[in-house]
């Protein structure tokens, strides 16, 4: 699946994620939506067992459909069914998306339209955005691109490369069940247990891989390699999240800024812990540097996993 990752990597560099296009995560999400409808209504079931199950069927569903998919086209035509390997991993990934997301708020800020790029970090963002000032939507901006570049671009990147297609989908099954039902209210408090433990489960690797990654991409970029690993090492730990604090973390340390802090969610004031050692000004030129930092992640992450599946390979044909 090597040589289909790298096209699909390439699909994405260039196409991004066209408007209007049919997302297959949008089908991943209406068929969440109808089975969590499903299992809700049978009253027999605790609320956390009809969670389990819309999980496992979500899962079994998605990564079924791919493999039978590739197994159906591969059956008719080898070179079909690499194609549609390749395209399905470039759906499962989003470098670009997350790029050209990150740039409309920069363009915003740079033009000086504070309400433009509040809209535009509104759509990366979860928190309250409406009083943000510059440094807030800027800040905003590049912890959205830290934490994304693991769920987004990492973790389907590893999962691609070792299982394929089936791999990358069954992680973006999870990572969509997670965004819809891992919420700590009252209505996804049971519900979405199940999920939200899975994807903290597969995004376990992949987010300390992309430690690695980020520190070696800091050295080629010149930023703080070292700064990024110190960061991690103490500020990772105190993340909410069993992983969210360590992709965080190592852009905190390679950008010389700090994460975390007070944020607002539906009017609430929530006061997160602090991702970082040191206290530069998070601006426009920080948040360009950010995407620079997750292209050079995606590259080095996705070049030392093909040197290190080939030279397992090598070993293994000995």
């Not at 790298?6 to 109808?34: C, Q």
């Amino acid at each position: 699946m090597v040589p289909a990752m790298w096209l699909a990597a390439l699909l994405d560099l260039f196409l991004g994620d066209p408007a209007g296009f049919p997302h297959p995560v949008r089908g991943v999400g209406r068929l969440a939506l109808v089975l969590e409808k499903l299992f809700r209504s049978l009253r027999f079931l605790p609320l956390r067992l009809a969670g389990v199950l819309t999980l496992i069927s979500v899962v079994l569903i998605t990564g079924g459909s791919v493999f039978l998919l590739v197994d159906a086209t591969s059956r008719m035509q080898p070179a079909a069914g690499f194609a549609v390997s390749a395209i399905l991993l470039y759906f499962a990934i989003a470098p670009r998306d997350l790029a050209d997301h990150a740039m409309s708020v920069c363009r915003a800020l740079e033009r000086g339209d504070l309400e433009l790029a509040r809209q535009s970090v509104a759509m990366m963002v979860g928190r309250d955005t409406a009083r943000l000032d510059e440094t807030g939507v800027a800040k905003a901006a590049v912890e959205s691109v830290a934490e994304n570049t693991a769920d987004g671009v990492t973790a389907p990147l590893l999962y691609g490369l070792l299982f394929g297609p089936v791999g990358a989908w069954v992680y973006k099954a999870s990572n969509t069940l997670d965004s819809m039902f891992g919420y700590k209210n009252e209505r996804y408090r049971e519900f979405g247990w199940a999920s939200a433990r899975f994807d903290d489960l597969l995004n376990y690797i992949p987010a300390r891989l992309t430690v690695l990654a980020v520190a070696f991409a800091a050295f080629i970029l010149r930023l703080d390699p070292v700064g990024s690993l110190r960061t991690v090492h103490q500020c990772a730990r105190r993340h909410e999240s069993p992983n969210a604090g360590y992709p965080e973390s190592a852009y905190a340390g390679a950008l010389g800024v700090s994460f975390g802090g007070a944020r607002s969610y539906g009017g609430r004031i929530k006061e997160l812990p602090v991702l970082g050692l040191a206290d530069g000004r998070i601006d426009m030129g920080v948040l360009r540097l950010s995407v620079r930092l997750m292209y050079a992640t995606t590259a080095v992450f996705l070049s030392a996993g093909t040197v290190i599946i080939f030279l397992i390979r090598h070993l293994i044909s000995f």
